[in-house]
C-alpha cells in the first residue's frame, strides 16, 4: 500500500507538496477550510480545523497527519495524538513555532542566540525594556502573527499600549541592528537524521519575503557552519520532525540572531524546487513518514526566487503567459491559482545559473510580467 | 481564468502532467476508464473514449484536448473538431501515429528515411517482400501496437499466415540490422514555434524501453543534427502539436531510419522531468495551449532514466522506499501508483551527474530495489 500523508490546511504550501507526492506514489489527502484553495486538487476534507470532531475524522483516512500552517490548536494536536494518530511534527514541538514567547525562553534556556528580548504585561514592563535597548524594541504578540502581522516596532511605550488591553502578554525584542537576513532550512525524521539545505539570503519588502538567493553569497565557511549548527541545535533539542525553518539576523557585529521558525516547508525554501536535487516538499513529505532523506545539493551555482505578491490588479497571473514565458524561457513560473489581491503571494519564480548578477536579473525579469 | 486542459486516458503519462499543471496553475482534468488509475488525482470524468457522446460532454468542460494514448478513434476525434474543440494534436496529424501503414507511406512521400516497407495483404505477399529482404522481416498490424505487441519478426511468410485471416492488411518492414536506437523529442505549438531536446539513447529489452541515456552518447555533430532534422521535418510536414517522438534506428552504415512516431509525452522523454530545464510534460501543456515553450537544456551533463518493469512480486513499490531511498539519495524516484504485475511500467528512477558510468549505476542500483 502507498503510504497516506494528510495536510491540515489549503494553502500552497500544501499545494506544493502534491506534485512531490505524485513523483513519489504517496497519497496526499488536504483538510481545507473551504472549496477552491490553493490546494484544491488535493483536497479530500472541508471542515474548521479548530475542531477536534473534524481533524479526528480527517485524520482516519491517512497515516501521518503535517501541516500547512502553524494555527492548530495545542488541545486538537493533543486529541489526535492520544487517539494514537502520527502527528509530525509534533504538538511538544510545534508549540515553539506556535508561541513566540515560548520559544524566546525555550531558545534561551539551550543557550541558542536571540535577540534580548523580555515578557512584557504592562506599559510600564515595556518602558522599562525600552529604556534599557536605546528607546526602542520590537513588540511582538506571541501568537498567531506572519508575514509582519503581530509585529509592532516601537520607539515609546505608548506606541505599543493599545495591545496590551486586556491583559495580553507581548514578548518585547531589541530592534536588531542588522546586515542582512538569513534562513537556514533542515529537514529530520522521527527516527533523528536530518539534512540541511545550504543557508540562503532572504531579502525582505514590507515585512513579507520578496526575494531569496541560494546559497547566501559570502556565506560559506564560518556563516554556513554556525547557521547549520543552530537549525541542527533546535532541531534536535526541540525534536522537530519535516522542514524547519529558521530565521536569522546577520549583524553588523557579524553574529547570528535566531529571529522566528517555521516547522513546515517555508518561503524561504522554494527555491529548492528547481535548484535542489531535492525539493523542501518532498523532504518535507519523506521526513514526516520517516523515510530515507534525500541529497539536498544545489543543482545550480546560485537560484533566486523572486515571489509574485499581488498579480496583476486585473485577470489572472496566466493572462500574463504570453509575455511573460516567451521572454523567460529558463526560469520556472510557480501559480498557486489564487486570486490576486494586494500584498497576497499569489505565485514564485525561480531562475538558476552561473552568473547571480544574470540569475537575479532574469528572476526579477519575469516576476515583474505579473505586477500591476 | 486559468487555462483548462483536458486529458483523454489516466495512466502515467496523464499522471505526470500534473506536477507540470500544478505549478503553471494549469487546470488539468482527465477522463479515464475506471476510477483509481495512474492519473486518479485529476480523473473527472469517467467513460469510454471510443463513445463520442461520452467524449463531448468531457470536452465542454476543457480549453483543449489532448492524449494520455492514441487509441482515440478518428471519427470521435473529428466530432471534436466539428464541434468547435481544440484538439492537439489534430486528428489529421493523430493519424499518423494511429496507423503505421499511413505513417510509412507518409514519411516515403515526404523523403524522409524509413526502413524498406511494403504493404502486404496475403502471405504471397509477405513471400515476396521476405524474398526481396533476404528472407525475414518485421511484420506489424497497423493499428492498436505498443511495446512490441502487434509486431512480430518472421523468417518465413507461414509464420505471419494467422494475421491475415479475415482479410487483414499488414506492414512488413525489413528487419534492420542496428547499432542502437535513439529517439528524439520535439515540442511544436500550433503557431508553429518549435523545441527539441537533445536526441537520447534508448535501450529496449523485450520490445520494451528499459533504459535511456540522455544525450545519446557520441552523437554531437552529424547524428543530433540529422536526428534534429528528421523530426523537426515531420513536426512540420505532419503539422503536429504537443510533443512528438520520432523513434529511429542508427543502423550499422551510419544511417538514422525511423521507427516508430508517438504524439504525446513518451518513455524516453521521463528523464527530462529531473535532467532538463523544461520536461516534456510541462512542454506538452505550453504547446497544446498554444504558450511559449520553454527552454530545454540539460540540467546534468549526463541523465540515465531506468523504468521498473513489473515491481515487486509481493507488497508495493513504496514497500522498498526504506531500503532504495537510503542507498541512492541522489535519485529521482517515480511511482506511477500502478500495482504491480509482471512487465507492466510502474514506475521509472531518474540519476544524473558529470561520470556518465556513475550516472548509470545509481539509476540501475535504484531500480533494482523494486524487483521481485
Known amino acids: 500500500m502507498s503510504p497516506t500523508v494528510g495536510v491540515i490546511g489549503g494553502g500552497q504550501l500544501a499545494r506544493m507538496m502534491v506534485p512531490a507526492a505524485i513523483n513519489l506514489g504517496i497519497d496526499i489527502r488536504v483538510?481545507?477550510?473551504?472549496?477552491?484553495?490553493?490546494?484544491?486538487?488535493?483536497?479530500?476534507?472541508?471542515?474548521?480545523?479548530?475542531?477536534?470532531?473534524?481533524?479526528?475524522?480527517?485524520?482516519?483516512?491517512?497515516?501521518?497527519i503535517t501541516f500547512d500552517h502553524e494555527h492548530v490548536p495545542q488541545s486538537v494536536l493533543k486529541a489526535l495524538v492520544a487517539a494514537g494518530v502520527s502527528v509530525q511534527p509534533s504538538p511538544d514541538a510545534?508549540?515553539?513555532?506556535?508561541?513566540?514567547?515560548?520559544?524566546?525562553?525555550?531558545l534561551s534556556a539551550l543557550g541558542l542566540p536571540v535577540p534580548d528580548w523580555a515578557r512584557v504585561t504592562s506599559v510600564d514592563e515595556l518602558?522599562?525594556?525600552?529604556?534599557?535597548?536605546?528607546?526602542?524594541?520590537?513588540?511582538?504578540?506571541?501568537?498567531?502573527?506572519?508575514d509582519?502581522?503581530?509585529?509592532?516596532?516601537?520607539?515609546?511605550?505608548?506606541?505599543?499600549?493599545?495591545?496590551?488591553?486586556?491583559?495580553?502578554?507581548?514578548?518585547?525584542?531589541?530592534?536588531?541592528?542588522?546586515?542582512r537576513e538569513l534562513a537556514q532550512l533542515v529537514a529530520r525524521r522521527p527516527s533523528?537524521?536530518?539534512?540541511?539545505?545550504p543557508v540562503v539570503e532572504t531579502i525582505q519588502r514590507d515585512s513579507v519575503c520578496a526575494e531569496v538567493i541560494a546559497?547566501?553569497?559570502?556565506?560559506?565557511?564560518?556563516?554556513?557552519?554556525?547557521?547549520?549548527d543552530i537549525a541542527t541545535s533546535i532541531a534536535e533539542a526541540l525534536g522537530v520532525t519535516g522542514v524547519l525553518a529558521v530565521e536569522m539576523f546577520q549583524t553588523t557585529d557579524e553574529r547570528l540572531l535566531i529571529n522566528e521558525l517555521a516547522m513546515r516547508p517555508h518561503n524561504t525554501g522554494h527555491w529548492s524546487i528547481d535548484g535542489s536535487t531535492t525539493s523542501q516538499f518532498e523532504q518535507h513529505l519523506r521526513a514526516v513518514l520517516d523515510l530515507p532523506l534525500g541529497a539536498t545539493g544545489c543543482r545550480d551555482e546560485w537560484s533566486v526566487m523572486v515571489n509574485i505578491l499581488g498579480g496583476p490588479s486585473n485577470g489572472s497571473l496566466a493572462d500574463r503567459y504570453d509575455l511573460a514565458l516567451a521572454d523567460q524561457p529558463t526560469v520556472k513560473f510557480h501559480n498557486y491559482g489564487k486570486d490576486p489581491r494586494p500584498g497576497r503571494k499569489v505565485g514564485h519564480v525561480t531562475a538558476g545559473g552561473d552568473d547571480l548578477d544574470d540569475v537575479v536579473y532574469r528572476a526579477r525579469a519575469a516576476s515583474a510580467f505579473f505586477d500591476n
Do not use: C
Open 127 to 146: 518602558d522599562a525594556f525600552l529604556s534599557d535597548h536605546g528607546g526602542q524594541g520590537v513588540l511582538k504578540t506571541p501568537r498567531g502573527g506572519y
Open 215 to 228: 546559497p547566501a553569497p559570502n556565506s560559506a565557511g564560518k556563516v554556513a557552519d554556525v547557521a547549520a
Open 192 to 197: 533523528g537524521d536530518l539534512e540541511l539545505w
Open 31 to 64: 483538510l481545507a477550510e473551504t472549496a477552491g484553495e490553493s490546494a484544491a486538487i488535493a483536497v479530500t476534507d472541508l471542515g474548521d480545523y479548530r475542531d477536534e470532531a473534524t481533524v479526528l475524522e480527517f485524520a482516519q483516512s491517512v497515516d501521518v
Open 94 to 106: 510545534l508549540l515553539y513555532a506556535q508561541d513566540k514567547l515560548l520559544m524566546r525562553e525555550r
Open 148 to 179: 509582519g502581522k503581530g509585529v509592532r516596532v516601537v520607539r515609546s511605550a505608548a506606541e505599543g499600549a493599545d495591545w496590551f488591553e486586556g491583559g495580553a502578554e507581548l514578548l518585547v525584542e531589541e530592534l536588531v541592528s542588522f546586515t
